[in-house]
């Protein structure tokens, strides 16, 4: 883990979490498709980005509602499938995004069970149901 100057504290807070998203991963999906070389995270000033083997980070240690960081779970989702793909035009996007966004819910399950995932659930439902169509013209 590679973290900005004056950021140790938080950074190790957040490096305690890797091992327990790893086991979640790896219990939920199988073995981490990288576990002959690394789990990397470097932090980098802009929000985030999924790189094989080692992901930008840039969250500024906030921790979701659930009181894991969103963020390095989100990215570390696509070292799964989501660099595995790539999709054709936008319309495809969400095969990509999607699968991270979904294994939130799923953590809280793991974490905290059925209660934890439904209401995750809902809360991401909720945001698809709030967004408003994209009219051009």
Not at 47 to 61: L, S, V
Not at 64 to 81: I, K, M, R, S, T
């Amino acid at each position: 883990y590679w973290f900005l100057p004056g950021e140790e504290e938080k950074a190790r807070a957040l490096f305690a979490e890797f091992a327990p998203t790893l086991d979640f991963f790896e219990s939920e999906v199988g073995p981490y498709p990288f576990g002959d070389e690394k789990l990397g995270v470097v932090e980098t000033p802009h929000k985030g980005m999924e790189h094989q083997t080692i992901n930008a980070y840039g969250n500024d240690y906030a921790k979701a509602p659930e009181g894991f960081d969103w963020l390095f779970q989100h990215e570390f989702a696509h070292e799964y499938f989501g660099n595995q793909l790539t999709a054709a035009n936008w319309d495809d996007y969400w095969l990509h995004e999607g699968y991270g966004t979904y294994m939130q819910p799923l953590y809280g399950r793991w974490r905290e069970g059925e209660a934890r995932y439904a209401t995750m659930l809902a809360d991401e439902r909720g945001k698809i149901a709030n967004l408003r169509p994209i009219i051009s013209g």
